[in-house]
């Protein structure tokens, strides 16, 4: 069984469900709002055999979490997650995360990762090794809340759009969620500047600022403070700590609300730094007085995210929006995770999106950013029947009025449902109407449901083949701005052909989904050299569909070069 070990962090019950199973029994009997996709995590599974022990695993240990993976797949669950920077996840090798995923694999299922460094000095190292595992377990692979954060990746948002490229180029099919909101880890002011000692983030705030504003006027006190906050500033901000538990500077921290009477009111979207030197004030000096003056209407936010990085990796093709939050009661804020500092995303993500990076910075269309919270999240996670407006797929949608869609919720009160959105429906129940919830829960669990007499299931048979455009690998003149094609596979005699010609084959590693004009980072993998040989049947060749003949080469493709062609559709037996 799966334990959960929310418990050693959260203030849920103890054991409050006990097994995959269980969870999904829970889900059903007590109903849910929204739809999940649930995934079989790493920690949950590696707690359950060592503790929380950050140790390489033995051989037994391994053995018994491959048991509890495959007790969790065969429940239908469509993917594994890891958290790379949490005990005791932090205490795996590489061999084990890639051992777990080939058993995933096995499954068709998706493999999503918290990966173990986004600093700037450590991220590309992150990076390659997920796309190391999702390569050698033939799966595909999304880089969880990735974004352009930290001084060291300043000036690099397109550069991180490229790195994923490169890695879709050499065969694996690969995006990244990117949070919409310009705040990575500790955003909240207050936790990222104050020791822990004097702030606790479970506490709220207006309890916090008064106990805030004694420390400060303690003359003891103000000055352990002040040895802390010289300490931040002069420390490491490579680490993963260093990158987002902690701010960087006083030009980090930004003014987003104070009194409506404040002297401070004029410099509101503002950084501390920049306040401090229009008043001629130390940034200390100016913090600590924003906390005695503005009290408990006092908001700063710890940014620190360049704006054209952000609008480049927005843009990028690899990247769709992620929220990354968890459900939140309006009706009941002393609900559990509602008593602790929220982030508005809870509330205000999807508005954030359409009000801000659509319509005032017009960084996306309205169509590009719906599509990069709808359709392709859906595509690239399988769920082949959602994520667009079309006849036989599930009604999830939202329907709003673009001219009153707002955001309510704050930094400083983030618990607000947006104004502007008439309803929302959940596989065709409304759920939420006119501003409030209906009470009525159509959400499920979007499972794997296996097929009677066989390992595989619905999501993931082998029904879709995935071409990219006519490219010789490393050609600087092939063309990289054609679309990828999907065709499905049906039940009519070419399927069946189709089906028959590649049953028993093992894993078609995907070739590549395209594309860059300029040469790759890498060289393509070995195994890829001899993919076209063995596989000519799942690819067409170079021109398109044949009309008889082989299609005769186009004079600028080198000889002897592979042809970059994909095939990812594949049941749990690889076929």
């Known amino acids: 069984p799966l334990k959960n070990i929310a418990d050693t962090v959260w203030t849920t019950p103890k054991d409050y469900w006990k097994s995959a199973a269980h969870y999904f029994e829970l889900l059903e009997t007590q109903g849910i709002g929204i739809n999940t996709y649930p995934l079989v995590g790493h920690n949950s599974v590696r707690a359950k055999v060592l503790g929380m022990d950050n140790r390489p695993c033995t051989d037994d240990e391994l053995r018994q979490m491959k048991e509890l993976v495959v007790e969790a797949m065969e429940l239908g669950v469509p993917g594994f997650s890891s958290g790379l920077t949490y005990t005791p996840g932090m205490g795996a090798t590489n061999e084990e995360i890639i051992a777990l995923a080939q058993v995933v694999s096995e499954y068709g299922g998706i493999y999503t990762t918290h990966m173990s460094n986004y600093s700037g000095a450590g991220i590309e190292k992150a990076m390659d090794f997920a796309a190391e595992t999702a390569w050698k377990a033939g799966m595909r692979l999304q880089f969880s809340h990735v974004a352009p954060h930290g001084e060291e990746l300043y000036g690099k948002g397109q550069w991180l759009s490229d790195l994923i490229g490169g890695y879709r180029a050499r065969g694996v ?8 909101y310009p705040t990575i880890g500790v955003w909240w002011g207050p936790r990222a500047i104050f020791p822990g000692w004097l702030y606790n983030w479970k506490k709220p705030w207006p309890q916090q600022i008064r106990e805030i504003q004694d420390a400060i006027r303690n003359p003891e006190q103000n000055a352990r403070i002040r040895e802390h906050i010289a300490g931040i500033i002069a420390g490491d901000k490579t680490s993963f700590l260093g990158q987002f538990f ?11 609300e104070c009194r409506p009477d404040s002297p401070y009111r004029k410099y509101i979207g503002q950084s501390v730094g920049q306040i401090a030197g229009a008043e001629g004030m130390d940034g200390t000096d100016l913090y ?11 908001s700063t936010v710890n940014i620190l995210e360049k704006e054209e990085d952000r609008k ?45 990076i659509v319509q005032k910075n017009r960084w996306l269309t309205l169509e590009q950013a719906i599509h990069k919270m709808s359709g392709l999240t859906a595509s690239h996670f399988n769920m082949h029947d959602r994520g667009f407006i079309r006849s036989g797929y599930k009604a999830d949608i939202t329907v709003f009025s673009l001219e009153d869609l707002h955001e309510t919720a704050t930094f400083l009160h983030p618990i607000g449902y947006p104004t502007g959105i008439a309803h929302v429906f959940v596989n065709g129940v409304e759920t939420f109407a006119n501003g409030r919830m209906t009470g009525d829960l159509g959400g499920v669990a979007l499972l794997n449901r296996p097929r009677a007499g066989a390992r595989g299931g619905h999501l993931f048979r082998a029904e879709w083949i995935v071409i990219a455009p006519a490219l010789w690998y490393n050609c600087p003149h092939a063309a990289s701005t054609q679309p990828i094609r999907r065709r499905r596979i049906g039940d009519g005699s070419a399927g069946r052909r189709f089906r028959k010609r590649h049953h028993g084959r093992g894993h078609l590693e995907a070739a590549t989904h395209l594309l860059f004009s300029h040469p790759l980072r890498h060289p393509l993998p070995a195994a890829l050299q001899h993919r076209r040989r063995h596989h000519r049947g799942a690819v067409r060749r170079q021109g398109g569909p044949r009309r008889g003949g082989r299609q005769r080469q186009r004079a600028h493709q080198p000889a002897g070069q592979p042809l970059c062609g994909a095939f990812v559709g594949r049941d749990r037996r690889g076929s």
């Open 173 to 180: 099919d690969c995006y990244a969620d990117v949070p919409s």
């Open 246 to 256: 902690t701010f960087h500077s006083w030009d980090s921290i930004f003014l987003f």
């Open 288 to 298: 600590f007085d924003l906390c005695l003056q503005e009290g408990e209407a006092l």
């Open 312 to 356: 480049a990796f927005f843009q990028s093709p690899w990247t769709m929006f992620g929220s990354d939050i968890y459900a939140i009661d309006a009706d009941h804020p002393d609900a559990c995770f509602s008593r602790f500092q929220i982030h508005p995303r809870n509330f205000g993500h999807a508005i954030y999106v359409i009000e801000t």
